[in-house]
């Protein structure tokens, strides 16, 4: 046979080698153990499709791959170049290729066909036409076993050979049509067929990508045919030939073959949706650097890095050195073309690295793209970028100007076919939907479409800004603004999100009268009923009815309903404000519409009283300080008060309803006001006597740490100046004004209200004070202290401000008790005896700490009643003193009563004023028995007397020491029932006494009694 290919004396050379030097065989049988098992253990796959490449590119034809698995046995048939003699020296020497001038070819270090050995012991390799090659690791052994010297290595090596230094030449292999070449590799046991069929199955389309000039692979595992391409993927490919300069600065640390080979190359590869869009690397391909073939380094961009990196001796990473900084530069800038090629969608975020890389050269990559991308223009946007500013060197100036401030402003780039393409610092991303950014474009330089998402981590890299709402809403201001139509604005509204009312509230709104203003909030929007009113004059903030829109309501714009209007602060203040306004006319126009549109009542808004209207007199007024003409009011008061009449034309235009409810006077002005505090600086109405009335309830009030409140405060002022008291009453004791009557609750503790004070200490009632008459048919025992009110009012309203009603009524009210007394001390006054008894007897239920003692009291002296100086008077405790003081005058009500009106009156009792001692002497006798029939507990004895003398005066009985004395039958009578408790039967034991045989009829009448 022919040795078409040099392979005798490939292996004579060998052999000769290791037979004189047994070292060189042990050095090659390690060298290609270490690159089987070690840097190319699971490269087999990777290193057929790596030689089919470089066979395709040097015969530039398309590169084709077919993997077949059957059982054991697995071949590659490839297109490309034939097989040739170099190839065959190239395939039996380690670190010798035979691709050193060959640019873009996939091999370069020469051991890359050692990966067979893993898997296989009689590999062999044939292109059509010619002789094949193969290798056997039997044959190699039974020829180095003739060599004795390299007996004691194959002993240490328990007859372990290098497969692929003796190559030999073989019979044509069957290569399968359409093919050139075909690699025929019987796999020695079943882990390895196992591990040839995984490393198929995990075959992707990186290994296409890392070579282009393999279109296709086949892989044909038992009869299941797959074919992998590179298709669907978008590839950016940079390369290019080093300077000799470029060679000896980066090639200094790199081995001779490597600086043979002055070509370098980068290729970035990422797949495509359906959309076009790039998607995430598929599980087959491992995120790893391929250099071209896949090594260890890990790179996590979600792109596939094929670059000529230099390799570490390991094969499996990169090594250090200016080579690699080169190539990492290459490769960053690839990578920003590839992100300009791709479709400007959100997925191209997904493709802006992170600071944090998985290796060292991960990291170096990802730094030298992200100093490129944030200036590169990649970022669709719906509006121009911000001009670009630089502050220019003092040197471009034509004077220096050490003071001066300078820039120069370059205009922005105009839009191109697809609009604004801009770079990531000149961009700004903004929340919101497609409508909204559409409409806020204009004012946000840059802005990125809709889509995009704002907190996307890459958004930070790239240098976007992001723009929060409020942030939009503060650039919609000055002249970008102005001249802005309302319905732009509704345009505006209509898009804003209902979920973030913080953001929006310095929205600018559009107002009717053509300001622009800060906030909805405080701004009103007309509804029907406030639609044709005239409200500039107030100077409100009511939206532009084109402006209007609902989600200002939902930031605090409120319904401009007449009554909400009203209720505007602004227009309070242009109200309170209005008697010093320049158009008070204009200012009162707008309140009434709105107090009739609102259809407000009478008392409603008491502030309406402070507006200012014109009086008939021409002069202005506030409402509270007019009175209708043909009103109530008017009719009762005194000529030349401070009140007004509303002018006639004023009350022809609106109507009197309009003008009450604004404040103008019908009737009386009430007073309302709510949670009091009963404090002279606090209570402050400006009512006649308001704090006297004040002083008067804090006096009916308990001590309290802090003053009082009262809920609901109502009075009705301008008391003071009615004429007509008549007609003035029955208005006040009708409702309304009636409300005004009732007394207050406070602590407890029932007070008058201020309206029922004020009347009750004034001449209301044909010329009279309310506390000097009684109610007419009042309590008998006030005949002739009081007079009688007139009739025709409503007697429940007269005992509201003061009339007096009953005794006790009288007695329970404050000063009340002081009051009687004092009526009783007027000598003007007739009172006759048993309504004196009386009155005293409700005047001993009083405390006495509610009394100061009286000067002058009215008392019986002798038969008659007279009014005495106090210190004259006695009250009279027992009946038996009565003989004792018959010359002054006496306070006389139930014996038992006689001790509270003493402590009250601050009087003496009679026992204080005469001792009482029994001065003359009797004789003891014995008390008749007949007497116990009505007295059952009468003492057994009495002492009579000829004269009984008590004091020194001669006196008819005297109950004293515990024994009855007595002159004659009537003082006997009248000290046994003293003594027994029974005083009501003295007389009784008197006519018994007198006539013993007429007790039957006496104990007759006693039982009817």
């Known amino acids: 046979m022919t040795d078409t290919f040099g392979t005798d004396r490939m292996r004579a050379a060998v052999l000769a080698a290791w037979t004189a030097s047994p070292a060189r065989f042990r050095e090659d049988a390690n060298a290609e153990e270490d690159f089987a098992l070690g840097g190319y253990r699971d490269r087999l796959i990777v290193e057929l499709a790596q030689n089919a490449a470089d066979a395709a590119l040097r015969a530039g034809v398309p590169g084709m791959l077919r993997l077949t698995l059957r059982g054991a046995l697995l071949t590659a048939a490839n297109t490309g170049a034939p097989l040739d003699a170099t190839g065959v020296e190239s395939l039996a020497t380690l670190r010798v290729s035979g691709k050193r001038d060959e640019a873009g070819a996939a091999g370069r270090f020469g051991v890359g066909f050692a990966a067979v050995v893993s898997v296989c012991d009689e590999p062999a390799i044939g292109s059509r036409g010619s002789a094949s090659v193969c290798w056997s690791r039997a044959r190699t052994a039974e020829l180095a076993g003739a060599v004795p010297r390299l007996a004691a290595e194959l002993a240490a090596r328990s007859g372990h050979v290098p497969l692929l230094r003796l190559p030999f030449e073989a019979d044509p292999l069957d290569v399968p049509d359409g093919f050139d070449t075909l690699v025929r590799l019987p796999l020695k046991d079943e882990a390895s067929a196992l591990a040839v069929r995984r490393m198929l199955e995990e075959t992707g389309p990186a290994l296409p990508l890392g070579m282009p000039a393999l279109s296709t692979i086949e892989i044909d595992l038992d009869g299941e045919l797959r074919t992998v391409t590179a298709d669907g993927w978008h590839v950016v490919t940079e390369s290019g030939r080093f ?9 200094a640390d790199r081995p001779t073959e490597e600086r043979a080979r002055p070509f370098w190359s980068v290729r970035w590869a990422v797949p495509l949706t359906g959309t076009g869009e790039p998607g995430p690397l598929p599980a087959a391909v491992p995120p790893v650097v391929h250099a071209p073939t896949p090594s260890d380094e890990p790179i996590d961009l979600p792109a596939l890095l094929i670059a000529s990196f230099p390799m570490a001796t390991d094969r499996r990473h990169v090594a250090k050195g200016p080579l690699t900084d080169f190539l990492v530069e290459k490769a960053a800038d690839a990578y920003v073309r590839l992100v300009e090629e791709l479709p400007r ?97 204009g004012f946000v330089p840059g802005l990125l479409p809709a889509g995009w998402p704002a907190r996307h981590p890459a958004m930070t890299s790239l240098g976007v800004r992001r723009v929060e709402l409020s942030e939009v809403v503060d650039l919609l201001s000055g002249e970008a603004v102005e001249g802005l139509d309302p319905a732009w604005w509704h345009a505006l509204y209509e898009v804003l999100p209902a979920d973030d009312p913080e953001s929006l509230g310095a929205l600018p709104v559009p107002l009717a009268d053509g300001r622009l203003v800060r906030g909805p909030r405080g701004t009103l929007i007309l509804t029907e009923g406030g639609a044709g009113l005239d409200l500039t004059p107030l100077g409100l903030r009511i939206v532009h009815p084109e402006a209007a829109h609902p989600a200002l309501l939902r930031l605090g714009a409120a319904e401009a309903t007449p009554r909400t209007i009203l209720d505007d602060p602004i227009t309070k203040a242009a109200v309170a404000q209005s008697l010093d306004s320049p158009d008070p006319a204009l ?26 209207l014109p009086g008939a007199d021409g002069e202005l007024y506030p409402a509270g300080e007019l009175m209708l003409a043909d009103g109530a009011l008017a009719g009762l008061l ?11 034309d004023l009350e022809e235009t609106y109507g009197p309803r309009v003008l009450e409810a604004a404040g103008v006077l019908d009737g009386f002005a009430v007073v309302h006001d709510s949670d009091v505090l009963l404090d002279r600086d606090e209570c402050d109405h400006d009512l006649d006597g308001e704090e006297e009335w004040l002083d008067h309830v804090l006096d009916l009030l308990p001590e309290l740490d802090v003053p009082p409140v009262v809920p609901d405060f109502v009075a009705v002022r301008d008391l003071e100046l009615v004429a007509d008291w008549p007609a003035a009453l029955r208005l006040l004791t009708r409702p309304p004004l009636r ?141 038996d003193l009565l003989q004792l003081v018959t010359d002054r005058p006496l306070v006389l009500a139930p014996y038992d009563l006689a001790e509270s009106l003493s402590e009250l009156l601050d009087l003496p009792l009679a026992g204080e004023v005469a001792s009482g001692e029994v001065t003359s002497s009797g004789e003891t006798r014995q008390v008749p028995p007949q007497v116990r029939s009505l007295l059952p507990t009468a003492p057994e004895t009495y002492v009579e007397h000829e004269k009984l003398l008590v004091d020194g005066v001669g006196c008819a009985w005297r109950f004293y020491e515990g024994a009855v004395h007595c002159a004659g039958l009537d003082g006997l009578a009248r ?35």
């Open 638 to 648: 005194e000529p030349d008060t401070h009140l007004g009449v509303a002018a006639r």
């Open 243 to 251: 300077s000799t300069e470029q060679v000896a600065e980066l090639f």
């Open 739 to 879: 409300a005004a009557l009732h007394p207050l609750r406070i602590e407890g503790v029932e007070v008058p209200s201020y309206t029922a004070w004020w009347l009750a200490g004034h001449p209301v009632l044909d010329g009279r004070r309310p506390r000097e008459l009684r109610l007419p048919g009042a309590d008998p025992l006030l005949q002739g202290l009081y007079a009688d009110a007139p009739g025709g009012l409503d007697e429940g309203a007269l005992a509201m401000f003061g009339v007096r009603g009953t005794l006790a009524d009288l007695l329970d009210s404050h000063g009340g008790p002081e009051e009687l007394l004092d009526l009783m001390a007027d000598e003007s006054i007739e009172v006759d005896r048993a309504q004196l008894r009386s009155l005293w007897m409700a005047l001993a239920a009083v405390e006495p700490d509610r009394v100061a003692p009286p000067a002058r009291v009215r008392a019986v002296l002798g038969g008659d009643i007279v009014v005495a100086d106090a210190e004259d008077v006695v009250v009279v405790e027992a009946p």
């Open 975 to 1009: 000290g046994l029932a003293w003594a027994t408790g029974q005083w009501n039967d003295r007389l009784a034991v008197a006519a018994m006494l007198r006539d013993p045989s007429a007790v039957p009829l006496l104990l007759a009448e006693a039982d009817l009694s």
């Open 345 to 441: 969608t959100p997925k191209l975020l997904d493709l802006v690295p992170s600071y944090m890389g998985k290796g060292e050269l991960d990291a170096r990559v990802r730094r030298a793209v992200l100093q490129r991308l944030p200036g590169t223009p990649l970022l669709p946007a719906l509006s121009a970028p911000a001009p670009a500013v630089r502050t220019p060197s003092f040197a471009d100036a034509e004077v220096y100007e050490p003071d001066a401030e300078w820039r120069v402003e370059h205009p922005p780039q105009e839009p191109g076919a697809d609009g604004w393409v801009v770079a990531g610092r000149e961009a700004a991303v903004v929340a919101g939907s497609a409508a909204l950014l559409d409409a806020v474009a």
């Open 587 to 612: 200012v009162a126009h707008a309140v009434l519409s709105l107090v009739r549109a609102a259809g407000l009542t009478p008392g409603e808004a008491p502030w309406l009283a402070e507006l200012a």
